[in-house]
Each structure stands twice: as structure tokens, then as C-alpha cells.
């Protein structure tokens, strides 16, 4: 089997993923950076997603592990002290693979030019300097027009991330969606938008598009992207999904106990 390690490049991380590496190769298995069958990813949920957009071309061949360096993620939920147990799991193959769906973004400009990303996590959109102004399709008709801080477009997985931030739905990640949340928006006697989360099947499309002509920042997780002459930004469940190595049960309502409840 072949391996990789995204490491957060922190003391810790460092010194956690050059034990890894020294005891899968003591194991047999090949260091490989650019066709791995397995990341292991030593840090945070951050640095899983780093590893993620590294693999976005090949996702159907490579499953994702994560040891955190910090506090418990919900991509990496692995302790240090379980390094070593780690090892030998993987090194047996004595893991599953579970997929989630991710979250397909195309952004159209007027000179025909289509970009085409994929998110774990979330897209959003913002504007800079004024405003953000869109108008909202669902499946081709006119849902609303936005006005507000911003949008934020997010995965099941990602759900508990800036989409719980924002006041967004928890949702299993197991579930074939996506969620289209708001950010501040302005709602009066003039202007009014549904101010509710929504939650979208797979089978449904979510089209934004700019009502005047002006600059707009684009995240695709951690990544930012300046986007200038937009016609349009497509947003849909995606083909592909992202895989997981799971090792033990660890149920996702339990993350989100462990991670937002429980006390230390």
C-alpha cells in the first residue's frame, strides 16, 4: 500500500509524522506523495482539508485519516498517543471506507471562461467593498434576491463548520445535500429574503447570479479567489465524493456532542 502524511508543520505534527512514516516503511508500505492510497493527515481538520484539495483529481483512489494535534476534529479524530495503534491498522488494511458527498462549484464569467472546484467544507461569496447583491435560482426559477453580507454554500460535512457558525442546520454527512445559508441579511419593508437556511437534495441546483457589475471574493474551503466579469456561479451535490478510512465506530452525533457540548 502507498502513503502519504499532510502534517500541520508544527513541532508535534512534525515529529508524529516522522514516526508514521518510519513505522509504515518498517511495515512495508511505499512513501508516495503524488499516488497515495492513503493520507494521513497530522494536525487539525485545516490540514485534512490541505490534503484534500492536493488529492481533488484522483479522490476515487485515495481515502483520508486524521490524528489531531489540537482539539478534536471532526476530520481528524485520532489522538497522538494513538499513533502507534494507527500504524498497525493500516498497515493490517484492517480499516472501511466511507464517502461523503462533496459540493460541485462552477463559476461562469461573461467571456465564456468556466472554473470548475470542488469543497469539503463550503463555498461562500462576498462582496468587499459594498453590498452583496444576487439573485438566488432554484432549478431555474427565480427564488430571491440577496442582500446582504454574504452566502455561504455548504456539505453535510461541513455543516458544523462556518455554517453552524452562521446559524445553519447540523446535517448527517451521510445525506446526498447541500445547504444554502445567509449572511446578514437585510430584510425591511423593501427588501426581504427567506432568512432560513435552506437544505437542498442532490437532485437540485443552486445558481447565483450577480445583479450589478462588481468585484466578488469566492472561498472554496480555505482557498480565496477574487472573481471579476461573473455571469454566474452553479452550485450542485457533486459526482464525486470524498473517501475516509474508518477504523472504529465513532458516530457523527458523538462528534458533535464531543465537540460542542461535552465539558473537558
Known amino acids: 500500500m502507498k502513503f502519504s502524511i ?32 492513503i493520507v494521513i493527515s497530522i494536525g487539525g481538520d485545516g490540514t485534512l482539508l490541505h490534503a ?21 476534529g471532526f476530520y481528524a479524530d485520532w489522538k497522538p498517543s494513538e499513533l502507534e495503534k494507527l500504524v498497525l491498522s493500516i498497515a493490517k488494511k484492517e480499516f472501511n471506507v466511507v464517502e461523503y458527498p462533496l459540493l ?29 447583491v444576487m439573485d438566488i435560482e432554484l432549478n431555474g426559477n427565480h427564488f430571491e434576491r440577496f442582500r446582504g453580507d454574504g452566502l455561504c454554500l455548504s456539505t453535510p460535512s461541513g455543516s458544523t463548520a462556518y455554517n453552524k457558525a452562521l446559524g445553519g442546520a447540523i446535517i448527517h454527512p451521510t445525506l446526498q445535500a447541500f445547504q444554502l445559508t445567509e449572511m446578514a441579511s437585510i430584510n425591511n419593508r423593501v427588501f426581504r429574503t427567506v432568512g432560513s437556511s ?16 462588481q468585484k466578488f471574493m469566492m472561498t472554496v474551503d480555505h ?9 454566474s456561479i ?15 465506530p465513532f458516530p457523527f452525533w458523538e462528534r458533535v456532542h464531543e465537540s460542542f457540548i461535552a465539558n473537558e
Open 52 to 72: 484534500f484539495h492536493r488529492h481533488t483529481h484522483r479522490l476515487h483512489e485515495v481515502a483520508f485519516v486524521g490524528i489531531h494535534t489540537g482539539h478534536l
Open 198 to 213: 435552506l437544505v437542498l437534495p442532490a437532485h437540485h441546483k443552486c445558481i447565483l447570479r450577480p445583479v450589478t457589475d
Open 223 to 231: 482557498i480565496q479567489l477574487e472573481q471579476t466579469d461573473l455571469q
Open 104 to 132: 460541485e462549484i462552477k463559476v461562469h464569467h461573461n467571456n465564456s471562461d468556466t472554473n470548475t472546484y470542488l469543497a469539503l467544507n463550503e463555498s461562500t461569496v462576498k462582496s468587499p467593498d459594498v453590498t452583496l
Open 234 to 248: 452553479t452550485f450542485k451535490v457533486a459526482t464525486e465524493k470524498v473517501r475516509f478510512a474508518r477504523f472504529r
Open 6 to 37: 499532510q502534517s500541520r508543520r508544527d513541532s508535534q505534527s512534525n515529529e508524529l509524522s516522522n514516526l508514521a512514516k518510519t513505522y509504515l516503511q518498517d511495515f512495508g508500505l511505499t512513501f508516495d506523495e503524488e499516488e497515495p492510497e
